[in-house]
């Protein structure tokens, strides 16, 4: 299984913005391989940018018979209201720390945009033929943006190895979900689709438009139509196909208090202290969405747990039992739970 990551060491390697790792096994008989770290020079993505106010990292990963795709993901970092020197800011983006030497009043102005993380849009989708040791269809600084904000933050619906399991019913289309706004408080979550055999073809993108009861598509990203909302609690989502139940899982998590671009210093405060996650079942991945599953305080008092997935090759033959992943505490706790987090779970299905 192959994941994106970003920021971090990843078990004593170097510290970088960027990964791609391979998983083998199921926790907690599993192990984890760096495939690359994006060193060389070709991959520096932060010194590609164009000239706006963007910070870059990796996001979503497919896997199509033996070619890996990978988005590249951009924050915008120009909020009208928060006015900081332009060039300092667009210096200060390329870097992988840019947190040195700041004074008090640019290290919070610094600190609530990076914290806020507004969606820009995907930069480019790069590949690998080579299980993800070299990758290319690098974005350049006059390369124009593949996706704009309500699909910024894309994440793949995956079937088996090599996508070779995807539902008669859903062929032969790749899909991938976003929500809008910012990385954790989003209003809404956006569905998109191509042809397996087409994913660097922007043109051959559709966007869904229709209701759950009447699936429809465009081409025309502005007219997209959310597959579920929940304002300022729908933070980066993922869909899960259980096979074994003929159900799709959405995975959604948020701060429990939303993040607002015109928060107050004393609202601002109060973000990055506990997280909640919900998980909804549907026939369709474009819903209509059922709750199954609601978690006020995930990961407890003490933590702000995020980005949660359930990978499917993680999943019991019975589909009732599988292993979550997710990111832990990226702030205001230890050091040490910042990292790739897995927990074991049961579905118990009611009575009828």
């Known amino acids: 299984m192959y994941i994106v990551d970003d920021d971090g060491k990843n078990f004593d390697g170097p510290a970088h913005y960027a990964h791609v790792l391979r998983i083998n096994g199921i926790p907690p008989h599993h192990i984890v391989e760096t495939m690359t770290d994006f060193q060389d020079e070709a991959y520096d993505f932060r010194h590609n940018i164009p000239n706006e106010l963007v910070r870059r990292y990796v996001c979503g990963i497919v896997s199509i018979d033996s070619i890996l795709y990978v988005t590249l993901y951009d924050y915008d970092w120009n909020l009208p209201d928060k006015i900081l020197n332009r060039d300092t800011l667009y210096s200060r983006i390329q870097q992988f720390n840019p947190w040195h030497h700041l004074?008090?009043?640019?290290?919070?102005?610094?600190?609530?945009?990076?914290?806020?993380?507004?969606?820009?849009?995907?930069?480019?989708?790069?590949?690998?033929?080579?299980?993800?040791?070299?990758?290319?269809?690098?974005?350049?600084?006059?390369?124009?943006?593949?996706?704009?904000?309500?699909?910024?933050?894309?994440?793949?619906?995956?079937?088996?190895?090599?996508?070779?399991?995807?539902?008669?019913?859903?062929?032969?289309?790749?899909?991938?979900?976003?929500?809008?706004?910012?990385?954790?408080?989003?209003?809404?979550?956006?569905?998109?689709?191509?042809?397996?055999?087409?994913?660097?073809?922007?043109?051959?993108?559709?966007?869904?438009?229709?209701?759950?009861q009447q699936p429809s598509w465009t081409k025309q990203e502005s007219e997209a139509k959310p597959i579920f909302s929940d304002n300022g609690h729908a933070g980066h989502p993922t869909i899960t196909f259980n096979k074994a139940l003929r159900r799709y899982i959405l995975c959604v998590a948020s701060d429990v208090i939303p993040h607002k671009e015109n928060a107050t210093p004393e609202e601002r405060k109060q973000w990055d202290w506990a997280s909640e996650m919900q998980l909804y079942e549907s026939i369709n991945p474009w819903g209509p969405w059922s709750i199954f599953h609601n978690d006020p305080q995930w990961g407890g008092k003490d933590h702000t747990c995020y980005l949660p997935q359930i990978p499917s090759a993680w999943l019991s033959s019975d589909g009732l039992s599988g292993v979550m992943m997710y990111a832990g505490d990226y702030t205001n706790r230890k050091g040490e739970y910042y990292g790739l987090m897995t927990q074991k779970f049961t579905l118990v299905i009611p009575d009828k």
Do not use: C
């Open 103 to 212: 004074d008090s009043a640019l290290g919070y102005t610094m600190g609530f945009i990076d914290s806020y993380s507004k969606h820009y849009g995907v930069a480019g989708i790069i590949t690998s033929r080579d299980s993800g040791k070299t990758w290319i269809n690098i974005p350049t600084k006059n390369t124009p943006r593949f996706l704009g904000p309500n699909f910024a933050a894309l994440a793949f619906l995956t079937f088996g190895p090599g996508n070779k399991q995807t539902p008669a019913e859903l062929q032969p289309y790749v899909y991938a979900i976003s929500n809008d706004n910012n990385w954790e408080s989003g209003d809404h979550i956006f569905l998109t689709r191509v042809h397996r055999d087409s994913i660097l073809e922007r043109k051959a993108w559709q966007f869904f438009e229709g209701i759950a």
